[in-house]
């Protein structure tokens, strides 16, 4: 009955991480797209003040005020990613460990069910370590370890 819970509570946990990594990694992505677009937004307008002034006129003011808007923006979205990418990494990591957990408990009531048809204490003993082994992934899985 605790491996059945182990596994159950592991599964249901690293399945809800592994979803939450995948939302994160797709922000990611959004958040890198946004940050090339307003890339190419800023070259076009550096463009337009070289060639003012490979012409001889002035470059406009709002165009320099842009350029520099454009870079704090972007900046601003690095740093959104780069979150978006920690977080990823750490749901993943905690649903390695669950995943592990919910595995390692199954093999413990798979052992379960042999030393109780083959009467061998020897299969007891290795379903107890596998049960302990797996809560123990499981306690890392929550504390994120």
């Not at 182990?6 to 946990?13: L, N, V």
């Not at 592990?100 to 048809?117: D, F, N, Y």
């Not at 299969?123 to 994120?144: I, N």
Request: aromatic share 6%.
């Amino acid at each position: 009955m605790l491996f059945r819970s182990i596994a159950a509570i592991s599964g249901s946990k690293g399945t809800g991480h592994l979803n939450q990594a995948m939302f994160h990694q797709i922000r990611e992505a959004d958040q890198w797209s946004h940050y090339q677009a307003k890339s190419v937004k800023q070259a076009i307008v550096e463009g337009r003040v070289e060639g003012s002034e490979g012409s001889g006129q002035p470059a406009r003011d709002a165009d320099k005020a842009r350029i520099a808007r454009y870079a704090d923006e972007m900046a601003t979205i690095k740093v959104e990613a780069e979150k978006c990418r920690a977080t990823s990494e750490d749901h993943m990591h905690r649903y390695g460990r669950m995943s592990r957990a919910a595995m390692i408990a199954q093999i413990g009531i798979a052992l379960g069910a042999v030393a109780i048809l083959t009467k061998r204490n020897a299969f007891w003993a290795c379903a107890l370590v596998a049960g302990a082994v797996a809560a123990s992934f499981m306690v890392m899985g929550f504390l994120g370890m």
